[in-house]
């Protein structure tokens, strides 16, 4: 791959979106390679997402995917492992390694993610950048304080119709069955897609 000066990291939530945007806006779209990470459990209305922004941000979001397990329940029924106090195991094979699989490859440029201006994620974002020296992090909604409701409203005002999972009413748009999910979380994948919720039940007791 040839060499990028960022990398930003498009995960089809408003928020990394805007700030995706906004590294293109100040870097250069030459300057800047993007790449959105596929995880098979995701919902299908990301397709329609990636397009329109695409188009918005007049460049390319590359695909990639971890390459040995399609989504969280692979990787649970594969490992036997679902989540302890360090993380989920299938956040760790299917985000975090091909994160670091791209880095690698690209020599460790900064990286733009999409933490958002509220004190939950600042604190967050001061953690990542800490465990995280070698991503060289750099949080566009932070420096310039967007919160969620003000980069889906950005989206909106650029004819860009925001992911279907936040139309359902959840919070944020990751895989469809996130083990890290609560109660009221499941509840609502209950409702909306039954099979996830019932594969993850039959996970839960094979595991």
Known sequence: MKNSQYIG???????SAIACKLAIDKYGKDNVKLFYIH???????????????????DTD???VENGKYRDQFDVIEQTKFINSPNGARCTMELKKKVRRRIET?????PQIF??????KEINRAIRFTQQYPMAKAVFPLIENRLTKEMCAGMLLEN????????????????CIGCVKGGMGYW????EHFPEHFKKNGRIGKTS
Not at 9 to 15: A, D, K, L, R
Not at 105 to 109: A, G, K, Q, V
Not at 187 to 190: A, K, S, V
């Open 39 to 57: 995880i098979d459990s995701a919902h299908e209305d990301n397709e329609r997402f990636i397009d329109e922004c695409r188009r918005w941000y």
């Open 159 to 174: 004819n860009i119709k925001i992911p279907r999972m936040y139309e359902l009413g959840f919070h944020n748009n990751n």
């Open 105 to 109: 490859e690209l020599n460790y440029p």
């Open 114 to 119: 999409g933490f958002e201006y509220s004190k």
């Open 61 to 63: 979001i590359s695909i």
């Open 9 to 15: 990291w498009f995960s089809c939530g408003v928020t």
């Open 187 to 190: 509840n609502r994948i209950r």
